[in-house]
């Protein structure tokens, strides 16, 4: 009588081990796509904040250029510190440890060089679709 109780019990833990492996395996899948969805959506969004940096030095070095007294040499310091961390930032290297630090610098000097032209500008993203009665559109 031992070995018929024996047997069903050996038949419950293998397939709770069946399920487990099972599960662990579609896990790994799902998550492996799950952190793909993730990197993406965060390396476009730094992107596109590291582009609106860029985007702001260029303008503010051709306003230097045509006229090189437009702004104070403290101004023209802080655009160029900003030039040289946006072409710092380790774009191919995103598990770069230096990627925090030079994106909260850049943040940093960007505001101070607004603070300093006296202007409110601002990155805030991407524009989403309002909720108003938008609609999604697809191409």
């Known amino acids: 009588m031992d070995d018929i109780f024996g047997e069903s019990l050996n038949f419950e833990e293998i397939h ?3 399920g487990f492996d099972e ?4 896990g790994l899948v799902a998550g492996k796509e ?21 985007g ?4 503010w070095n051709s306003a230097i250029r045509v006229d090189p007294t437009r702004f104070s040499t403290r101004v023209q310091k802080g655009v160029k510190q900003m030039e040289e961390l946006v072409e710092r930032y380790p774009v191919m ?3 770069n440890e230096s990627v925090q630090e030079i994106m909260e610098d850049l ?10 032209l006296g202007v409110k500008l601002e990155y805030k993203g991407y524009p989403r679709a309002s909720s108003s009665g938008a609609k999604d559109v697809a191409f």
């Open 93 to 95: 290297e995103p598990e």
């Open 34 to 54: 799950e952190a793909k969805q993730v990197g993406l959506k965060v390396g476009f969004e730094v992107g596109e904040e590291l582009g609106f940096y860029k």
């Open 107 to 116: 943040r940093l000097k960007f505001k101070a060089v607004c603070a300093s």
């Open 16 to 18: 709770i081990k069946q």
């Open 23 to 26: 599960g662990h395996k579609d």
């Open 56 to 59: 702001c030095v260029e303008v």
